[in-house]
């Protein structure tokens, strides 16, 4: 099944530490999308991706880290300078970075610091 | 601009009744426009799209209707039922560019 697959479903994490959320995908997109949610709240953009080896700054990219070395992997780093990690993570790929096409989702990670 | 601090609008509607969802979007230049449905505890999935040479597009139950000199679009559910409820977003792609979430509307289906 051709799909975009994020892992953990839930993940705990102790102050001051990194944790890393994986993202792959298998439908051969070029761009990949990191976005948080928080309760009640819209999509916000924390890094993007448009190319292999190359990736952008979202809106509220502080705190956090990314890496795309292949074109199917996109994970994303919490690193402890994120002050409020608690949220639901939203990973996304599309065929282009042109924003023609629509964004397919996975089906998230709950962060939960403890 | 960011949703930050906002709580999103609500909608009730009665079962077999039609829901009207509203967006306004920001930038003149956007040329494509998504609607999204999420469930509780899940991804966003598509609905349907427009792009901006149309002004009304239809898919099963769903209608979106784009009102450029305003900025307005709209998603129109028909008959709407129980599996309905969920959090509905609108996207806009500025030409070139990436998606632009707004803040998204709470449907909720009252039996």
């Known amino acids: 099944d051709g799909g975009i697959t994020q892992s953990p479903k839930y993940l705990f994490r102790k102050e001051g530490q990194n944790v890393t959320l994986s993202c792959e995908q298998n439908l051969n997109h070029d761009a990949m999308y990191w976005y948080r949610q928080d309760p009640g709240q819209g999509l916000r953009l924390i890094y993007y991706s448009h190319i292999v080896n190359d990736f952008q700054k979202g809106d509220i990219a502080e705190g956090y880290s990314v890496s795309r070395e292949k074109k199917e992997s996109f994970p994303l780093t919490v690193t402890s300078a994120q002050k409020n990690p608690t949220a639901f993570y939203l990973c996304?790929?599309?065929?282009?970075?042109?924003?023609?096409?629509?964004?397919?989702f996975g089906q998230g990670t709950r962060l939960t610091v403890v | 601009g960011e949703s930050v601090g906002l709580h999103l609008p609500t909608l009730s509607v009665q079962e077999g009744d039609n829901s009207i969802i509203n967006c306004a979007y920001s930038n003149s230049a956007s040329d494509y426009f998504i609607w999204y449905k999420q469930e509780s505890g899940k991804g966003p999935q598509f609905i349907i799209d427009?792009?901006?040479?149309?002004d009304k597009r239809q898919g099963q139950r769903v209608t979106v209707l784009l009102n450029k000199t305003v900025k307005h679009l709209s998603l129109q559910i028909a008959a709407t039922q129980p599996g309905d409820s969920a959090v509905y977003f609108c996207?806009?792609?500025?030409?070139?560019?990436?998606?632009?979430f707004g803040a998204g509307t709470i449907l909720r289906v009252k039996s």
């Open positions: 996304a790929s599309s065929v282009t970075g042109r924003g023609n096409t629509e964004a397919f």
């Open positions: 427009i792009r901006s040479n149309m």
């Open positions: 996207a806009e792609v500025p030409y070139g560019n990436k998606l632009v």
